[in-house]
């Protein structure tokens, strides 16, 4: 059952930059509500356990040593056809790869410092959601 929420993260690379503001107005723009939010960072023990998943592939130390390396801006966001039409609006992980006026095309700079991360699922998008946020913190 498809669900109307999804979540996302400006990642460490998005804030150094300076591209908060910029990404959550694409995010508003592009008709998605913002239902929790918040700037916060990653313990190296959350990163292994958020991306958990991909442990046993060869790039997860250097991950979650760049999604620990300075503040996040952990968001869920609701629009109907949440998770699909967030996917389109960030694009490919490769922003060289990505689709023209797309967040990582716009603001990523390598397939490893893409800006931001969307999930893939709906289910995913609750598992994540819910990793970042307590019921008390969603609107």
Do not use: C, W
Request: aromatic share 8%; no cysteine.
């Amino acid at each position: 059952m498809a669900t109307n929420r999804t979540f996302t993260m400006l990642k460490p690379d998005a804030v150094e930059n300076g591209h908060i503001g910029a990404i959550l107005e694409k995010i508003n723009a592009s008709g998605f509500r913002i239902v929790a939010l918040k700037l916060t960072q990653m313990t190296i023990a959350d990163a292994q356990a958020f991306y958990a998943i991909h442990n046993e592939r060869p790039f997860f130390n250097d991950l979650v040593e760049f999604m620990t390396r300075g503040p996040i801006v952990a968001a869920i966001l609701e629009k109907e056809n949440a998770v699909e039409d967030f996917r389109t609006l960030i694009g490919a992980t490769n922003p060289a790869e990505a689709a023209e006026g797309t967040i990582r095309k716009l603001f990523a700079t390598s397939i490893g410092e893409n800006a931001v991360h969307g999930s893939d699922s709906d289910e995913n998008a609750a598992i994540e959601g819910a990793f970042h946020f307590s019921g008390r913190e969603m609107f």
